[in-house]
């Protein structure tokens, strides 16, 4: 009886903290008022219909921008379509067929809870996933699980991601999923034959979510082969195995072909080979991914803890060495797990994207955060378990780590938020009835996309190449009594506005009235 209280509060405790842990995320999400330029484009891509291509000289109705952004109603599904928009830019489409279903079932409608609905969905399923995988982990000792959770549920670093509308929490999921199977086959050699099936088709669904995928699925799948062959003895299972991973590889390509000039010649497939072969920046990018892994993930605390770690291991050592406490020896799933972590981490050290601005790196190592986290609390609270301490040295130390999580949370650590955007929202709405021009780079039509949730407020607008010369004759233009102008950051841009105000006798100057990421904003009066 007291055992069933016991696995009650504990299963008590494991929920409040998932419900807890969505209370969060969920705040978060509310705080949220603008995109970053490639969630603009998770919706562009995804709903597009003709392409935001404007043409010199030519008011487009805000309607035709909307069309792009949204699902209209009378639409149909159109996944083919959504499957050829992903072939002309770097990424597998099955995120983006979720997000078009998502759009076709709220037509007419452009929101940020149309992308972050599918975030909090499988933050949710990785929440309960790795659950059960810091139960694997832990096995009797429940501290693993409970503060592997929370610290996971505060961390700034995957709260971003949560936040930020692309595939990435997605991908956590599947990742999560793929390994937490692998470690049942572990306990149960003997159900191998899983993998065959459901460790491929979610491998299948990993290959179509996004290309890193490949790396985890890679190491997870070698390091199980090679168990199995060489410690299990069972080389034909393995062998299997391994062929019904190539067999899912093989059907991702054969779907969707695209997949191949995208990682092979594709400008974010050259950037990723060029990085990994060049040894001279290794140290550079591993610090680089080290520090984003302290600063958001940890909130600052990661050296702190791996420290405590080594001095408790080194306390545990030279006890163990005299014969004092029991030594600590990792299942087959345990190793490999930590060895598929640090391998991913390592690799994605070598080919991920490095930006001036280290949140937008925060994604490319999102499928092992928690697998970080879960390693470093299970190393604390097993040592500090074997020196005899009741586990206080471990609860203390990561009761510590949360309460930095938190300040990490409360000090603006969460990006993708935009809270300003919502104030260049209200700004456009306020103007919704004024004429507005455009003048775009035209080699670089993508950063309208960015403008595209502001520009929607807008009855119609006028757009105009950079490289525009002469005069700009146009019937309202040359009538407006005012005109704010959008425009991209170039040389000729005052020429083109000083050609509006001559060819407009109410017009004297213009005046710059507000900035965006990649436009100014002037006002002609």
Request: aromatic share 16%.
């Amino acid at each position: 009886m007291v055992v069933k209280k016991d696995l009650l509060r504990y299963k008590l405790i494991i929920w409040i903290t998932i419900v807890a842990a969505m209370a969060v995320a969920f705040v978060f999400c509310v705080k949220k008022q603008g995109f970053h330029y490639d969630e603009n484009y998770s919706y562009y891509s995804t709903n597009v219909t003709y392409g935001l291509h404007p043409f010199d000289g030519e008011w487009k109705d805000v309607d035709e921008i909307k069309s792009e952004y949204m699902a209209l109603r009378g639409d149909s599904l159109n996944l083919s379509g959504v499957k050829l928009s992903q072939t002309y830019d770097v990424h597998p489409p099955l995120y983006y067929y979720i997000l078009r279903i998502v759009c076709f079932l709220t037509p007419d409608t452009f929101s940020k809870w149309q992308g972050l609905a599918i975030n909090l969905v499988f933050y949710l399923i990785c929440l309960i996933l790795l659950w059960k995988i810091a139960e694997y982990f832990g096995g009797d000792d429940r501290y693993v699980t409970v503060f592997t959770l929370v610290l996971f549920a505060l961390s700034p670093g995957y709260l971003s991601t949560v936040t930020f509308i692309r595939m990435y929490v997605m991908l956590t999921a599947e990742c999560f999923g793929i390994l937490l199977l692998h470690m049942y086959v572990f306990k149960n050699p003997a159900k191998i034959r899983l993998l065959y099936v459901f460790g491929a088709l979610i491998a299948l669904a990993g290959f179509l979510t996004h290309y890193y995928s490949f790396i985890f699925v890679f190491f997870l799948t070698a390091y199980t082969c090679i168990y199995f062959f060489f410690v299990k003895r069972m080389r034909k299972e393995a062998i299997i195995y391994g062929a019904s991973v190539v067999a899912a590889l093989g059907l991702a390509i054969a779907y969707y072909p695209a997949m191949l000039s995208h990682i092979f010649s594709g400008y974010r497939g050259n950037e990723a080979t060029e990085a990994f072969m060049d040894i001279s920046n290794t140290a550079d990018r591993f610090n680089f991914f080290v520090q984003i892994l302290n600063d958001y993930t940890f909130s600052g605390s990661f050296f702190v803890l791996a420290i405590l770690a080594l001095l408790i291991y080194l306390f545990y050592g030279y006890g163990f060495k005299k014969g004092k406490y029991k030594g600590i020896t990792p299942d087959a799933g345990t190793v490999i797990c930590v060895l598929v972590t640090l391998s991913y981490f390592l690799v994605v050290c070598k080919t991920g994207m490095m930006p001036s601005n280290p949140p937008e790196a925060l994604r490319y190592e999102c499928p092992v955060y928690g697998l970080i986290i879960l390693i470093t609390v299970t190393v604390i609270v097993k040592l500090s378990a074997k020196v005899g301490a009741h586990r206080m040295i471990a609860v203390v130390i990561l009761a510590a780590a949360c309460v930095t999580q938190t300040v990490g949370l409360m000090h603006d650590k969460v990006f993708f938020i935009y809270e300003d955007a919502k104030e260049n929202r209200a700004w456009s709405e306020e103007h919704a009835d004024d004429v507005i021009a455009y003048i775009y780079n035209p080699a670089n039509e993508w950063m309208i996309w960015n403008d595209g949730p502001e520009l929607m407020n807008y009855d119609k607008i006028y757009f105009l190449d950079m490289d525009h010369e002469g005069d700009v004759k146009d019937d309202i233009l040359n009538n407006a009594d005012r005109i704010y102008v959008y425009t991209c950051r170039s040389d000729n841009s005052d020429d083109i506005m000083e050609e509006m105000i001559k060819a407009d006798d109410k017009l004297t100057g213009f005046e710059l009235v507000g900035e965006r990421l990649f436009v100014d904003i002037y006002e002609l009066r």
